[in-house]
């Protein structure tokens, strides 16, 4: 299982970015599918997440500005990001479980957020 992610860049404080993720390699449904974000010299942590029942949930520091959901296509999913702040800087890496909770766990390779003036 291969997961792509798409859509990072650069951009000013207050604008917006669209980060996109797809899986390829199986015919299962993912069980959880989820953004986390690794800062340089801190720890990888968890951005947004939503499950196969569509329970989601984010991060204090993002409430209200980021928005997860599921694309049309089986296993893709998004990530708008909008009023983007300096200390949003980092990689953003894609998270799927499939098929289900026991896992196994799937990355993608990661795309860098840069938000600066």
């Known amino acids: 299982v291969q997961l792509v992610e798409s859509g990072g860049g650069a951009v000013q404080p207050g604008g917006s970015l669209r980060l996109s993720c797809a899986a390829s390699?199986?015919?299962?449904?993912?069980?959880?599918m989820a953004w986390y974000r690794q800062a340089p010299g801190k720890q990888r942590e968890s951005v947004a997440t939503?499950?196969?029942?569509?329970?989601?949930n984010y991060a204090d520091s993002v409430k209200g500005r980021f928005a997860i959901s599921r694309g049309d296509a089986k296993n893709t999913v998004t990530l708008q990001m909008n009023s983007l702040k300096p200390e949003d800087t980092a990689v953003y890496y894609c998270q799927m479980i499939i098929p289900s909770m026991a896992g196994p766990v799937y990355w993608g390779q990661g795309t860098q957020v840069t938000v600066s003036s």
């Open positions: 390699g199986t015919i299962a449904s993912a069980n959880v």
């Open positions: 939503i499950t196969r029942d569509g329970i989601i």
